[in-house]
């Protein structure tokens, strides 16, 4: 099995800053592109950041200029660091990866539970 655990994230008023991690741990082989996702009340879950493997990253146009998506592939972990946040930023966010759990197999989507980030003065 694969699990995702984030951290981070909590009450910040706007323009702060915040930082979320991610861990993948139990059993494979390689961890593929991660990413965050994020879903506010009443709105569909939306793409953040996305980090491939090789560092190639990829961003909302919401979130550009203000966020930064790193990773660690000895660590298997994926950071989210959050500046000039916005009343709009508040949703749970969510870290996701691609996960080969054997050789023979191709990569799974696997899902964290989710941390909270509210933005509010």
């Known amino acids: 099995q694969v699990q995702l655990v984030e951290s981070g994230g909590g009450l910040v008023q706007p323009g702060g800053s915040l930082g979320l991690s991610c861990i993948a741990s139990?059993?494979?082989?390689?961890?593929?592109?991660m990413a965050w996702y994020r879903q506010a009340p009443g709105k569909q879950r939306e793409l953040v950041a996305r980090i491939t493997r090789g560092g190639i990253t990829t961003y909302a146009d919401s979130v550009k200029g203000r966020f930064t998506i790193s990773r660690d592939n000895f660590k298997d972990t994926v950071n989210l660091r959050m500046d000039s946040l916005k009343l709009e930023d508040t949703a749970v966010y969510h870290c996701?990866?691609?996960?080969?759990?054997?050789?023979?197999?191709?990569?799974?989507?696997?899902w964290g539970q989710g941390t909270q980030v509210t933005v509010s003065s």
């Open positions: 996701n990866a691609q996960v080969r759990q054997s050789w023979d197999a191709v990569a799974t989507d696997h």
């Open positions: 139990g059993s494979f082989v390689r961890v593929n592109d």
